[in-house]
């Protein structure tokens, strides 16, 4: 793998964000994470979708400028994926320099090419989903299935882009790369949406939306968000119509597109199209992953439960996001919905974080101080054939999983990844109850009570690079403690000879990785997003 390009979602910014949000950036900052540890070259992009009909009027109704309101909420968002430790290459904004005049070469090359006609139109929009919905999905009311409100009536003359034109060519390339959509069975939903595809508006008069990007050399039209948006996972790398960057040619196509489940539609169908049309190389995967309600109830300001991303990590007064991040990146089996709700969070990251693994490593730790003073001897080298019962099997397996976790991250499994490494942790548990190196120490075989304790110490070495991803504050801290440098892993060439022999800690440096979740909720009103 000599690249990984990798993108969320761009969230609009007529709000601020919340924890639906929150979950895809994690996902996604997990994914790219855990690629940097396969391959020296990824490229992780994110960003705000910042024009349209929405943002126009929450601006009015504020008494600001549009650009006002993007600069003030995009920033709410820059700050949240800060404070849980997202490490992407480039936040783009819809209204960058850089990304507008792209935008405007896109639409004027397909216009060009004929792709794009200029046609009048009546539908329904729906501001929410800002899009025209076809009379046949509404609800019996007539309203829009996802935002229960009755879409506005529009009679405009719009830009269409042919994207009839392309619906075979979709078609086929769906059905023959099965791992093109995943997780795969949402392929057949969008193979049904293409039954009834149509051409698609792609502008909209500029006398019922200003806040936009020009069409170029029609200043009556301006470009409709969703090929604006789309188009900012090209745009990011500097791709231009005539002279590609060297950015785009390294890192296009795209490895994986991570989005929500609602927004498939437009990944899979209008933006293969426009490529298409553009003669440029299609994505390798687009993951739709599920939504999160909270405590089992979708999210919504009239039940007053959208929760802001940072909240968890205030409220139970962590010191790092960590635990936030493992919870939300776990929550949920690939592509399916998740929940969040204080007390399951609570039970998780106390029973998995400190309990099974943060304790594991400190009476470990704590066992080598007390029966060595802190030193691995040469006779506790593992390479030595004589080892007690089960440690070369632990050992074998704990390797496995590195591959076992690999296969997962490769369809974006990301909650299951999380569980097998979970598991390497439990088995590591009862191989320290089946061999009670206490007893050993007091039978004094102490030879064996080293290898056993050795041993482990050698599995918190891969545990702690599987688990940073997730959990990148305790895995570092966690390595900090086993001398082991997690900076420089590379999966491929991880094995299980990281424990030095000689004075490995003191009994001053050793310390838990995770406290445990006690507290009592501090004033939960303070995590709505109001
Ligand atoms: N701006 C468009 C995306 C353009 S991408 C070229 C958009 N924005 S959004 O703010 O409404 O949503 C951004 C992402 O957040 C989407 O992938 C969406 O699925 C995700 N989520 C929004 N609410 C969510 C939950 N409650 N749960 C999980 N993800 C959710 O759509």
Redesign the pocket.
């Known amino acids: 793998m000599d690249k990984f390009y990798l993108t969320?979602?761009?969230?609009?910014v007529n709000g601020a964000p919340?924890?639906?949000?929150a979950?895809?950036k994690i996902l996604s900052d997990v994914i790219a994470r855990h690629y940097k540890q396969r391959c020296d070259d990824v490229y992780f992009l994110t960003g705000t979708?910042e024009h349209g009909i929405k943002i126009q009027k929450t601006a009015a109704k504020e008494g600001i400028t549009p650009k006002e309101l993007c600069d003030k909420n995009s920033q709410k968002f820059k700050d949240a994926w800060k404070a849980l430790d997202m490490d992407y290459n480039r936040f783009i904004r819809t209204t960058d320099e850089d990304h507008k005049a792209i935008v405007q070469k896109i639409f004027q090359k397909l216009l060009d090419n004929g792709d794009i006609y200029m046609h009048s139109y009546e539908g329904w929009y729906c501001p929410g989903c800002?899009c025209f919905l076809n009379p046949k999905d509404l609800t019996e009311d007539g309203l829009c299935p996802d935002h229960l409100r009755k879409p506005d009536i529009v009679k405009e003359e719009n830009y269409f882009f042919k994207l009839s034109k392309y619906k075979d060519a979709i078609i086929k390339h769906i059905k023959e790369n099965p791992d093109f959509i995943l997780p795969q069975f949402r392929a057949n939903e969008v193979l049904n949406q293409l039954e009834d595809i149509q051409d698609i508006s792609v502008s909209r008069a500029k006398s019922n939306v200003q806040w936009g990007i020009d069409v170029l050399n029609d200043p009556e039209q301006s470009i409709y968000?969703?090929i604006d948006?789309?188009s900012?996972?090209i745009t990011a790398l500097g791709y231009d119509t005539e002279n590609p960057s060297e950015m785009f040619k390294k890192y296009w196509p795209v490895d994986v597109h991570?989005?929500?489940?609602?927004?498939l539609k437009?990944?899979s169908i209008y933006?293969i199209g426009i490529l298409m049309a553009l003669g440029l190389p299609l994505p390798k995967h687009i993951f739709a992953?599920?939504?999160?309600?909270i405590d089992e109830s979708?999210?919504s300001k009239s039940l007053g439960n959208v929760i802001s991303p940072t909240s968890v990590i205030e409220n139970f007064e962590l010191s790092t996001p960590d635990a936030f991040r493992y919870y939300m990146a776990t929550t949920a089996p690939a592509g399916r919905?998740?929940n969040y709700s204080d007390d399951d969070f609570k039970e998780k990251v106390n029973a998995h974080l400190a309990n099974s693994m943060g304790n594991l490593l400190n009476r470990t730790l704590s066992m080598l101080v007390k029966y060595f003073d802190g030193e691995i001897k040469p006779e506790f080298d593992i390479n030595n054939n004589e080892l007690v019962e089960g440690s070369k099997a632990l050992l074998k397996t704990a390797l496995g999983k590195v591959k076992i976790v690999e296969n997962h991250f490769d369809k974006f499994e990301i909650a299951e990844a999380g569980q097998e490494i979970i598991n390497l942790v439990d088995l590591t548990n009862k191989y320290v109850t089946d061999n009670a190196p206490w007893t050993l120490a007091k039978e004094e075989k102490m030879t064996e009570c080293g290898q056993v304790l050795t041993t482990v110490l050698e599995v918190m070495c891969v545990v702690s690079a599987l688990i940073y991803p997730y959990c990148p504050n305790i895995a570092q801290d966690m390595a900090k403690q086993l001398s082991f440098n997690l900076d420089s892993v590379k999966l491929d060439t991880l094995d299980v000879h990281n424990i030095k022999t000689g004075k490995l800690i003191t009994k001053e440096e050793i310390h838990p990785v995770f406290l445990r979740v006690d507290s009592e909720l501090a004033d939960k009103s303070k995590a709505l997003v109001k």
């Open positions: 969320t979602a761009i969230d609009y919340h924890i639906g949000h979950y895809e979708d800002e968000v969703w948006a789309l900012n996972y991570v989005i929500g489940k609602d927004i437009f990944h933006w992953h599920g939504w999160i309600t979708k999210m919905d998740g």
